[in-house]
Structure formats: structure tokens, C-alpha cells
Antibody
Framework: QVHLVQSGAEVKKPGASVKVSCKASGYTFTDYYMHWVRQAPGQGLEWMGRINPNSGGTRYALKFQGRVTMTWDTSITTAYMELNRLGSDDTVMYYC?????????????WGQGTMVTVSS | QAGLTQPPSVSKGLRQTATLTCSGNSNNVGDEGAAWLQQHQGHPPKLLSYKNNNRPSGISERFSASRSGNTASLTITGLQPEDEADYYCSAWDSSLNAWVFGGGTKLTVL
């Protein structure tokens, strides 16, 4: 059975960084991109970017370029998303979601979400 | 980044049919089609269909998707109480080189 299990909730101060992990199991890790999507409380979904665990290639949404880094460790089938220079509007739920490569395929398995709270 | 447009809310009666819409442009919905996701309160989204009307295994045939031009639609037949949720459309935008989402439609089953 396919699972994506994310790290636990985080509380960070403004200006700090946060690194969220996403442990994949039940499928071949390198066959799927790992995307990161975030959602503010009561709001819609926002795509942050994705990583190709096969090549290490990344693509980030324009809004987050320069502030986000997506990495992976194939040996432990885990993807990471690090967001720097946190502000209060980064207080949202962060999800990882896998998808096959290409625009035809959408996010078919999601992690449970990681709540990040930015507060002084 | 520009997103897709969905009506904020739709209300329908039990066992009725609901059609949710998602408007984009020729760089996203009109080009690559749309995917649909369902999200219940406090849970991650769940994929209902992708590339207009491909359903992942385990998704009920009551959910069907289509596209006409730059507008995608999700039709849910025989509405059940458990269908009450938020529904999001998503598409790859070839001009932005990014995935974009609609703002979501809250479906209420009366």
C-alpha cells in the first residue's frame, strides 16, 4: 500500500527556516515526482514546486523561487521541503503529493500534512 | 500566479446531480485538461479524476469529469451525504510552467 508520511507540526519564529520531510513507501520512489502544496486555514491549495527523485531536477513556483529548496534521499525514500525567511503568512498546512511525470498526471497520493506555525 | 476559477459554493439535494465548473485558459485547462480533487474538512485532498476523465482505482463512477474548451466540469450523480466536501480543480499551466488550482467549491448536500 502506498503511503506518504510527513514529519510533525513545527513552530518557528519569523525569519527562521523550516524543513519538512515526506517518507514514501509502497512504490518505486524514483518513478514519481514529489510535489509540495500548501493550504492556509480555510483557504485553497497552492502549488509550491516539485522534485524529480530520478534526476534531482526541481521546478519551483515563481512565488517561492529563492526561498524554497526541495531535496530528496533515495536511500531512505524521503523528500524534503525547506522554506526560508518565514513570515506570518507562511503559517499554513504543507502537503507532499506524488504524481507521475508529465502534465497529464495529477497528485494521486498525498501526505497527511504538516502544520507550520510562524509566531514570535 | 493566476489560478483557475470555480464557484465558491454549490448546494444540491440528496440523490440529485451536481455539476461543478472550473474555468481556465488555453494554457492550462484548454491545453492539458484538468484534474479534480475532493477534500473533507481536516483531511488531505483526494484525487477524483485526472486528464479530464480518468478515475484512479477506487473512485466511484458517480464522479465523472469532462471539458469543453477552457472549462472543465465535474458531475456527481446520486448525491450522498459523504459527498459534502470542498472540490478543487487543478491543471498544468504551460505558460507559467506551474500547476495551478482553482479556489475550490464547497458542495453542500441538503
Amino acid at each position: 500500500q502506498v503511503h506518504l508520511v510527513q514529519s510533525g507540526a513545527e513552530v518557528k519564529k519569523p525569519g527562521a527556516s523550516v524543513k519538512v520531510s515526506c517518507k514514501a513507501s509502497g512504490y518505486t520512489f524514483t518513478d514519481y515526482y514529489m510535489h509540495w502544496v500548501r493550504q492556509a486555514p480555510g483557504q485553497g491549495l497552492e502549488w509550491m514546486g516539485r522534485i524529480n527523485p530520478n534526476s534531482g531536477g526541481t521546478r519551483y513556483a515563481l512565488k517561492f523561487q529563492g526561498r524554497v529548496t526541495m531535496t530528496w534521499d533515495t536511500s531512505i525514500t524521503t523528500a524534503y521541503m525547506e522554506l526560508n525567511r518565514l513570515g506570518s503568512d507562511d503559517t499554513v498546512m504543507y502537503y507532499c503529493a506524488r504524481a507521475r511525470p508529465g502534465p497529464d498526471y495529477a497528485f494521486d497520493v498525498w501526505g497527511q500534512g504538516t502544520m507550520v506555525t510562524v509566531s514570535s | 500566479q493566476a489560478g483557475l476559477t470555480q464557484p465558491p459554493s454549490v448546494s444540491k439535494g440528496l440523490r440529485q446531480t451536481a455539476t461543478l465548473t472550473c474555468s481556465g485558459n488555453s494554457n492550462n485547462v484548454g491545453d492539458e485538461g484538468a484534474a479534480w480533487l475532493q477534500q473533507h474538512q481536516g483531511h488531505p485532498p483526494k484525487l477524483l479524476s485526472y486528464k479530464n476523465n480518468n478515475r484512479p482505482s477506487g473512485i466511484s463512477e458517480r464522479f465523472s469529469a469532462s471539458r469543453s474548451g477552457n472549462t472543465a466540469s465535474l458531475t456527481i450523480t446520486g448525491l450522498q451525504p459523504e459527498d459534502e466536501a470542498d472540490y478543487y480543480c487543478s491543471a498544468w499551466d504551460s505558460s507559467l510552467n506551474a500547476w495551478v488550482f482553482g479556489g475550490g467549491t464547497k458542495l453542500t448536500v441538503l
